[in-house]
Structures are given as structure tokens and as C-alpha cells.
């Protein structure tokens, strides 16, 4: 029976095609945007998480609060502490550095340009991996000698020297109002995604290149940040506390005096406002499937007007109140699981055109899909309930009299 | 099979026995109220028809006999009095067990043929046992045989409106024999025929009450009405004459209607033996 009844329903939505088409609009319009702006919301979760992935997800800083009104000349960190850090820590800490960074104005030859010099050890390799195309990377002796070579990205190399191979060659800039001559003793490569080059910002017209944090630390040795990799991800709470405690200990301040900051916790905040951001305007377009229900609420009252003979007949010939009730049900759920399929085509062909247009890989959840289309029969059944019951409820002989 | 559909239909329990006795009105008294004013459609009626006749119910427009015959197919109930339509008192029954009456017990014609259109010939005659839960298949093949044996077998799928209105009325009376009922009930069946068509419907209900169905018409033609053998005549809600009609029309004999109303099968008609 309930194979007629979809056979009945699917025959009834033909009948009229133009009809059945404009009242699934709603819902069509309903789950393709629900679809759409979910899709959209997990595509940029994903890239995020990913993103995290990327710049290292394990990677934290700490500094002196900012709150903190009895500033000491003591409290900044200094390259010796950092080696107790990480000696106190052991393999919990994958890399330490003073996150150091400087931005001037280079010179080669008749070439000027910025350049992003990020202070760090031989040791940042294992935790943000490169591919050194040419030379090679900073090592012990650059750091402990305080040599002024650089690694420099081949985008850099090629614009400042117009060749990737840069190796050898050298360039003039002033770094805290010194003037030095600097050699490129490695280039690397680093694959990023579009979405992350986006995101890391960093304009195609400043050059970036690694230079031993020593150089960057000195005069005085003395900085502002620790910024660490730690081995493992799993408890970052717990290595955080234990960090910040021993900073205190080591600084004779209290461990709640210090500031930090985990990619793992940004990394929870942005998720967290991304989800309540699509779901917010998920449910804004959820509220496009009410009206879609309300539509084929008013189309089927029209219909069981217009069929109150063909009730009557069916009532004569020995239909039952729920027979009709259910055709009628059915006949609306089908029509509302129409529209939800023909949203759910629209909006997955739309997001993965618009993804492919943007190269970036589209995510979308098949529970969604599910999802969506179930919420849609349901949305028919629902706002079929009331003209179904008119028409199961209607007296043989008034329906058979109908004209 | 037909014992696994009977057994899913709970209203069943009301189809029980043949009697020899297919309608007996006892006293039936139908009253319209309008509020203001009440009309009575009926006033105590007694009639009985017995199993196989081929009655006509005549009179004119007010008479009654709409009336009597929606009471008669189950649409209506009486105000007053009983009727019981193969032994089976329609007034207790809810109104879907009505439902179930009138599935297996009674096969419509009615004036306007109200086959359900944009549906195909073959899915009106289906109908019926859609609601008697037959199967699919033997549905169909059914269907197939009854539009056959009233000569659409070619137009088995053409919807109604490419139907002339004789070829919709043999559609129509191809649905009533569907579910094999013991009654078929006629209201007006030829009042929007040409009289060429008429006689050809006619015919046919006289080829299907003489395989042993019983028929009842419902008319205000005295030459339909002639094709019956016993015409009760209305007037005012009252019977005024119930008479033996001794010469009914013949059909001229080109309806071979052999195998249009094959009654019940033995095996199928032995559990409801009895009365």
C-alpha cells in the first residue's frame, strides 16, 4: 500500500508539473542554502584546522602578563633560560626560541627590498620542515658563532637576485643600527596551500629568509617571548601549567602572572566561532523551510479542494479515513523530499563548482545530505497533517456531489 | 491469497455471510435536519430484494430514491430503522468498516461515471482492490480481463477524458465488478448517455444479473426501468408500487458477458456459508 500511495503521490506531483514545481521553490530554496552555508562552514573549518596543522599545532608562546604593573628589566627571558627550559623539559620540548623577528630594508647590488628575518635555531627544521633547494640550512655554528648568514625562501631569492639559486651571494641591511653585510648560505621552498598563503599574509613583495636568533637576541641577549613547539599535542593544558610554573620558579614570579597562548586553544576559538557562525546562518536559511512547509500546506489544501471528488470516488469504492489520510500524507512528504533532493543537487553542485573555482576541497558531510532531505519529508508531513485530515474527513456522498 | 487479504482487513468480521435476503429495509426513516426546518427524505420504507433480481427504483426528482440509494451503498446512514445488506446491519458499523462494505459488497455506477481522472482505464478498475489489498500483479490482470470483457482492452490506458461517455461507463462498470460484489447499484447509469449507448449499458447489467448478480438501478426512464424484472416505484419517500415487470427488454445478445461476472469461486464462497 504504501507503494501505491507513492506510485499515487508521484503520479499526483506529475499532473502538475509547473504547480508541484513552484511549491517544492521553497524548499528547494530552503535545503539548498542550509546545504550550501553548512558546506561552506565545514569547507572553512577544515582549512583552519589544517592551517593549524601547517604552522604546527603544538606551538605556544608565553610572556609576562601584559597586566602586570611591576615590570623588572628581569622578566625578560634570556637565551641561557631558555637552554634551562629546555633542559628541565627534556623530549617534552621539541623547540625553543626567543621568537625574534626584525623586518628592514635590504640592499643587493641596485636592488631594495623588505624583507621578514625570523630569528631561529639549527633546531626549527624539525618542527617546521623546509626543503632546502640549494646550500643548505642554518646549523650550530651559525647560531653560536653569530654568523650572519640567512636561508632565504625562493620567491626572495628570485626577486632580489633574479635567480633561485642565491647561494654565495650577499646583501647589505641594518639590523638594530647596524649595517652588516649578509651572506644567503640556503634557499628553500615551502608548499602551502592557497588558503594558507592567504592567511599567513605576508605580501608577494616582502621577502622572507631564517637568520640565527642569536643575531636577533644581541646586545643584550634579552627578549620578550618564549616561544616553544612542544613534542606531543595531546595534554597542552597540562605541559602549559607545567611550563609557566617553572618559568615562575626560574623568575621568582607567580605562575598566574604569565601570559600564554596555544595554537591548540586559537585553534578551539576559531572553530567554536565558526561553528556558531554557520550555524547561526543555518538556521536563519532553516527558517526558509518553514515557509516552504507553510507553501505546500497552502497548495495541497488547494489540491484536496479541487480532488474532493476524486475523494468522494475513492471513498465510495472503499477507501478508508486513513487511506486517504495517508495518500494525502504521502503525496506531501514526497512532494517537500523532492524539493530537498533537487535543493540538495543544487547546492552540492554549486559548492563544488564554486570549490574547484577556488581550488580548494569542498567539504560535505553525507549526514547533511541525509540529514537535510529527511528534515524536508518531515517538513511535508507536517504541514501535511491538515490538509490531509480535511480531505480523509470528508463525507462520501457531499464529495461525490463536488463539481 | 484471497484468504491472506481477507485476514489483514480487520473490518472483515462484518463481511460475514451470504443471505438469501441481499437487502432488507426495515422500517427506514431518513430525516434531513436543516435547522430550521426537517425534510423527510424517507418515511418508513420497508423493502426487501432477494439474491439475483434486477430491480429498478423509479421516480421523480425528490422522490426519495437518491436517497434510498446512498443509504443502499452505504454512504448515508437512516435516521430511523434498519438496514441490512447481506445480513450485515449497516447502521452499527463505523465508518470504516462502511468502507469495507462497500468494497466488497457493492459495485457503483453512478450517472456521472466519477471515474477519477488523469488515471489511466486500467487504474480505475483497479481501485476497488487497491483497497481490498490484492496483490499488484493479480490486480492488474484482473483489471485487464474486466476492461476485456466490456471491449476497452485497447484502451486500457487512455485516461478518462479520451473516453467517449459510453466507453467511460463500461470503464465504470468494469470497476464495480472488480472486487466481485453481490450487489451492483446503478444510479441513473445511462442519464448522460445517448440512447444508443443506454441500451448498450443496459445490456450489459442484464448479461451480469443473469450470470446471478443482483442489480439495482436507480431511474426515472420507464424504458431502463423496462429492462429490469421488478420496478419499485418512489413518490414522496414512499413506495407506491412494487410490481413484477413479466417482459424485461432482452438484450440484443452482442454482449457476451460469459466471463464478465464470474461469481465466486466454491472454495472461496465456503467459509462464508452460512446464515
Known amino acids: ?78 637565551l641561557d633560560e631558555l637552554e634551562l627550559i629546555r633542559e628541565a623539559f627534556g623530549d617534552e620540548i621539541a623547540y625553543i626560541d626567543s621568537n625574534a623577528s626584525v623586518s628592514t630594508e635590504v640592499h643587493a647590488g641596485r636592488m631594495s ?56 651571494r650577499t646583501f647589505r641591511t641594518t639590523i638594530y643600527g647596524y649595517t652588516d653585510e649578509y651572506t644567503v648560505i640556503g634557499v628553500y621552498k615551502k608548499e602551502m596551500s592557497p588558503f594558507q598563503r592567504l592567511m599567513m599574509g605576508g605580501s608577494s613583495d616582502t ?111 472503499g477507501a478508508r479515513t486513513r487511506d486517504v489520510l495517508i495518500q494525502f500524507l504521502t503525496e506531501s512528504a514526497i512532494l517537500s523530499a523532492c524539493g530537498g533532493v533537487i535543493g540538495v543537487t543544487l547546492a552540492v553542485t554549486l559548492v563544488t563548482v564554486l570549490g574547484m573555482a577556488l581550488s580548494l576541497s569542498v567539504v560535505i558531510r553525507p549526514a547533511v545530505i541525509v540529514l537535510a532531505v529527511s528534515f524536508s519529508a518531515v517538513v511535508g508531513l507536517f504541514f501535511g497533517i491538515y490538509p490531509a485530515s480535511k480531505a480523509a474527513k470528508a463525507d462520501p456522498i457531499d464529495a461525490l456531489r463536488y463539481e | 491469497m484471497f484468504d491472506q487479504w481477507r485476514k489483514k482487513e480487520n473490518e472483515d468480521s462484518v463481511l460475514r455471510p451470504e443471505c438469501e435476503d441481499l437487502i432488507r429495509l426495515d422500517n427506514l426513516v431518513k430525516i434531513y435536519d436543516t435547522g430550521a426546518v426537517q425534510v423527510t427524505g424517507l418515511d418508513h420504507i420497508n423493502l426487501t430484494v432477494r ?152 445490456e450489459m447489467f442484464s448479461e451480469i444479473h443473469k450470470l446471478g448478480s443482483t442489480v439495482v438501478v436507480v431511474t426515472h426512464e420507464e424504458n431502463i426501468a423496462a429492462f429490469t424484472d421488478r420496478i419499485v416505484r418512489f413518490s414522496d419517500g414512499r413506495i407506491v408500487s412494487d410490481e413484477k415487470n413479466p417482459n424485461p427488454a432482452e438484450g440484443s445478445g452482442r454482449i457476451h458477458a460469459g466471463k464478465l461476472y464470474a461469481p465466486r469461486e466454491e472454495s472461496e464462497r465456503e467459509e462464508e456459508e452460512g446464515c
Open chain 1, 1 to 78: 500500500m504504501l507503494i501505491e500511495n507513492m506510485a499515487m503521490a508521484f503520479h499526483a506531483i506529475r499532473a502538475n508539473k509547473l504547480r508541484s514545481f513552484l511549491t517544492m521553490l521553497g524548499i528547494i530554496i530552503g535545503i539548498g542554502s542550509v546545504i550550501a552555508i553548512v558546506s561552506i562552514g565545514d569547507t572553512m573549518r577544515t582549512m583552519f584546522t589544517d592551517l593549524y596543522k601547517d604552522i604546527g599545532i603544538t606551538q605556544a608562546y608565553v610572556s609576562y602578563g601584559y597586566w602586570n604593573d611591576d615590570w623588572r628589566q628581569s622578566d625578560y627571558f634570556t
Open chain 1, 113 to 168: 627590498m623588505n624583507f621578514q628575518f625570523q630569528g631561529i635555531t639549527e633546531r626549527y627544521m624539525d618542527v617546521q620542515p623546509v626543503n632546502v633547494i640549494y646550500g643548505r640550512y642554518l646549523n650550530e655554528g651559525d647560531l653560536l658563532g653569530r654568523r650572519k648568514n640567512v636561508v632565504m625562501s625562493a620567491e626572495s631569492a628570485e626577486m632580489l637576485y633574479g635567480t633561485e639559486n642565491a647561494v654565495g
Open chain 1, 207 to 317: 621577502g622572507e629568509a631564517y637568520i640565527p636568533e642569536t643575531i636577533l637576541t644581541w646586545p643584550n641577549d634579552t627578549f620578550y617571548y618564549c616561544h616553544v613547539f612542544a613534542a606531543d599535542s595531546a595534554d597542552m593544558t597540562d605541559f602549559m601549567n607545567r611550563l609557566k610554573a617553572y618559568i615562575a620558579k626560574i623568575k621568582d614570579r607567580n605562575p598566574q602572572d604569565y601570559y600564554s597562548n596555544t595554537a591548540v586553544e586559537e585553534m578551539g576559538s576559531v572553530d567554536s566561532v565558526m561553528g556558531a557562525l554557520s550555524a547561526a546562518v543555518g538556521g536563519i536559511a532553516a527558517i526558509s523551510l518553514v515557509v516552504g512547509g507553510i507553501g505546500i500546506m497552502n497548495i495541497m489544501l488547494v489540491s484536496v479542494t479541487e480532488r474532493t471528488r476524486e475523494i468522494g470516488i475513492r471513498k465510495a469504492l
Open chain 2, 51 to 202: 439474491r439475483g433480481e434486477f430491480v429498478a427504483i423509479m421516480g421523480h426528482s425528490g422522490s426519495g430514491k437518491s436517497t434510498l440509494m446512498n443509504i443502499m451503498g452505504c454512504l448515508d446512514r437512516p435516521t430511523e430503522g434498519h438496514y441490512f445488506l447481506d445480513g450485515i446491519d449497516t447502521a452499527e458499523l463505523s465508518s470504516d468498516a462502511l468502507s469495507a462494505v462497500r468494497n466488497r459488497k457493492i459495485g457503483f455506477v453512478f450517472q456521472s461515471f466519477n471515474l477519477i481522472s488523469r488515471t489511466s482505464a486500467l487504474k480505475n478498475v483497479e481501485l476497488p482492490m487497491t483497497y481490498a489489498r490484492i496483490p499488484r500483479q493479480k490486480r492488474a490482470d484482473r483489471a485487464m480481463e474486466l476492461l476485456e470483457l466490456v471491449g476497452l482492452k485497447e484502451r486500457a490506458e487512455h485516461m478518462p477524458n479520451e473516453l467517449s461517455g459510453g466507453q467511460r461507463q463500461r470503464v465504470a462498470i468494469a470497476r464495480a465488478l472488480a472486487n466481485q460484489p453481490p450487489l451492483i447499484l446503478a444510479d441513473e447509469p445511462t442519464g448522460n448517455l445517448d440512447t444508443a449507448a443506454s441500451v448498450e449499458i443496459m
